[in-house]
């Protein structure tokens, strides 16, 4: 009896167990369906938000855990529990929101690039405002455009082969493959042509014949009886576009040769003959590569063709530039920089070394903002000058300093003052590369850089300059100098008021800043780069001490491309140290030229006013002679070689020569003072 009756209390326990095993698996099972969807989801709107994502899988475990460790379970009253889960839940923001900050607050939270980017920042700022020296040598190497083991060794850019598909000259143009469907549809063009030659020759015989029967020579000539037959218009063209000689109104034949002139073998300069012009060249190119030596199936590409062949260069004269030419020449300077003053003094020197010629052009420059000057050595302009008033040129003996010095007019330092602009300009620099994106500058390691153990640095950083960044800086400096230069003018209300130039012209620069980012700029450098041969890439290494104070900078900049075959490498290493500076061969021409022992530069405004006086002496008195009364009567005043009276040449011809005495005697007699009054000075 309790037996069965135990029995049955046990089923009755394993029947309610079921029952509630049964109605939580229905629970679970609908909760379960619940979050699956969104889960399912919240994977589409990460799909639809992010790239890159592997997949989303559902995971009811792992969110029911994750739930009651970070989120509040409402379903429960207790008050102990619930201000632990929302102490945890606050908890789990503030951590969330430092990591967020973290990956995209680089204020606060910098990465690498970003703490490279400041420690440059203050540098160049520093740098900027302090008086320093400059020490600085470029070296010069050549290297093929396109490496030899490069996948793109043999091919062309794509400017180099429009051009040649442009301008290629076939051989045999009845003969072509490549152009028979053309020669098809031009078959009835040389049957015309044919019958244009017999018909033209016929009437030029029975126009002979009409001549010699009845010696009249009134008759229809040859070339208007041809016009009659072909109804050529009033420009001597036929109904089909053609003249006489068989070319179009564009200037070609029928065949695409052009009719004259350097591109008179350019054919076939419709686009749709490109591809044809094309593998004609590349067949051509391998046939001549298979025999070696071989000239005669290269393609020809007319004038432009070999102005191509003449520019690009191979590799052993590449060889030989670097061996002869660049492996003893060095660019030399030195500078001397002072900010306050806003003055630049510098001395650069081309300096060629070899062990049995030596050869050095040294040109001392300085430029001075607040006096608006530039000061220069002579020579560097007395070529320039004598070409242009070689009788008044003085030579170098007769210069009374090493320097010549230049002003800008008053009429353009009223209007805008150099040191105004020179300000606007140091500033843009700065704000200009502050807004460069921080992946441009980059912290490199200088354990076994040799040049950073040499200035002693601690740190290095280095900025890439391509053609996008170069852009977008060119733009920026634009746009925050013209802020700038419009700040002063806003300030200076008495000094520009309404319609002056340059209040007007800035306006204008505004306006027109207002329809371009700094970007674009950059953008149009590099469609540039893309179609013509030349490059804007430039790398630059900054070395820095442990207090972020500039010590050397080391700048490569790459010139050339595929039209000349070759890549011309500048690397510059500017040295910032006192000793390098005290050391150095051109810093006592530095001091001679610019110190405060120099000579007084020679006043090039002073100069080129006295000959602009002595060019209008020479001139008035040339006018005086020409109302003198002499032998032969009164010179003429507006050709001065006819005269009123006298017919004889031999008197002309003798006043002529006195004439040109007369100048030579006065062009002396000014050359002379002028030159006195330098040796006075």
């Known amino acids: ?71 509040i379970d409402f379903s429960t009253a207790d008050s102990a529990q619930s201000q632990a889960q929302g102490r945890a839940f606050n908890a789990s923001l503030t951590t969330k929101s430092e990591r967020y900050q973290q990956l995209f607050n680089q204020e606060k939270h910098p990465n690498t690039d970003n703490q490279a980017k400041s420690h440059l920042l203050a540098a160049i700022r520093q740098h900027l405002a302090t008086e320093h020296v400059a020490v600085a040598q470029a070296n010069y190497q050549a290297a093929p455009f396109i490496d030899p083991d490069s996948i ?82 009033e420009d001597g063209y036929n109904e089909y576009g053609y003249n006489r000689e068989g070319y179009d109104r564009d200037g070609y034949n029928e065949y695409g040769n052009a009719e004259g002139g350097i591109l008179s073998g350019v054919s076939n300069l419709k686009s749709k003959n490109l591809l044809k012009n094309y593998e004609a060249i590349q067949m051509a190119k391998q046939q001549s590569e298979a025999v070696e030596g071989s000239q005669s199936s290269m393609p020809s590409t007319g004038v432009i063709g070999q102005m191509l062949s003449m520019f690009h260069r191979t590799p052993e004269q590449i060889a030989a530039s670097n061996a002869y030419q660049y492996q003893n020449l060095t660019f030399n300077s030195v500078s001397q920089y002072r900010p306050k003053q806003r003055q630049l003094q510098s001395v650069y020197s081309y300096d060629y070394v070899t062990p049995t010629i030596s050869s050095s052009v040294q040109i001392p420059l300085a430029f001075d903002f607040n006096n608006s000057s530039i ?67 980059s912290a490199v390691d200088i354990r076994n850089d040799a ?59 505004q306006l027109y800043n207002k329809g371009y980012q700094s970007a674009d700029v950059g953008s149009l450098l590099q469609l540039i780069e893309a179609i013509g041969p030349i490059s804007f890439n430039q790398i630059n290494y900054y070395y820095l001490d442990s207090a972020d104070r500039l010590l050397a900078k080391q700048q490569r900049i790459n010139i050339g491309g595929d039209l000349m075959g070759s890549t011309t490498s500048v690397l510059n290493q500017i040295r910032y140290d006192k000793s390098s500076f005290n050391k150095h061969a051109l810093t006592p021409l530095l001091a001679e030229s610019f110190g405060a022992n120099a000579k007084a530069a020679i006043d090039g405004n002073a100069w080129m006013a006295e000959q602009r006086q002595q060019k209008d002496r020479l001139q008035t008195a040339r006018y005086a002679r020409y109302g003198y009364s002499g032998r032969s009567g009164d010179y003429d005043d507006d050709y001065g070689s006819d005269y009123a009276d006298g017919d004889s040449s031999y008197e002309a011809a003798e006043y002529d020569s006195v004439d040109r005495q007369d100048d030579n005697d006065i062009e002396d007699d000014a050359a002379d003072d002028a030159g006195n009054r330098v040796d006075d000075q």
């Open 451 to 509: 040049f950073a153990k040499e200035v002693g640095a601690s740190r290095a950083v280095k900025v890439y300059f391509g053609s996008k960044q170069s852009g977008e800086m060119i733009g920026k400096t634009l746009k925050y100098m013209t802020k700038s230069l419009q700040d002063y003018v806003d300030a200076n209300p008495q000094k520009y008021p309404d319609g002056a130039m340059l209040k007007t012209a800035l306006a204008k620069v």
């Open 152 to 233: 793109d060794a043999g091919s062309s850019s794509l400017l180099r082969t429009i051009i040649e598909a442009y301008a290629y000259e076939p051989d045999s143009l009845d003969s072509d493959s490549l152009y028979k469907d053309d020669n098809e549809s031009g078959s009835n063009d040389n049957d015309e042509s044919a019958d244009y030659l017999e018909l033209a020759e016929a009437v030029e015989a029975t126009a002979v014949e009409e001549v010699s029967e009845y010696g009249d020579y009134d008759v229809i000539d040859a070339d208007e009886a041809v016009d009659d037959e072909y109804n050529y218009d």
């Open 375 to 441: 000061t220069v050595d002579p020579s560097a302009i007395m070529p320039i000058v004598a070409l242009v008033n070689p009788e008044n040129t003085p030579l170098p003996n007769q210069m009374t300093s090493h320097t010549i010095s230049f002003g800008l007019p008053d009429s353009i330092t009223t209007q805008l003052p150099p040191a105004v602009l020179y300000d606007a300009a140091i500033a843009a620099i700065q704000s200009s590369m502050s807004e460069l994106a921080p992946e441009h500058f």
């Open 1 to 71: 009896m309790s037996s069965n009756h135990t029995h049955k209390r046990d089923q009755q326990r394993h029947s309610g167990m079921a029952h509630h095993q049964s109605s939580a698996h229905n629970h679970n099972k609908h909760s379960y369906q619940s979050r699956k969807l969104t889960s399912i989801a919240g994977c589409a709107l990460l799909l639809g938000s992010a790239f890159g994502l592997a997949g989303c899988q559902s995971s009811p475990a792992a969110s029911s855990s994750t739930a009651s460790k970070s989120m």
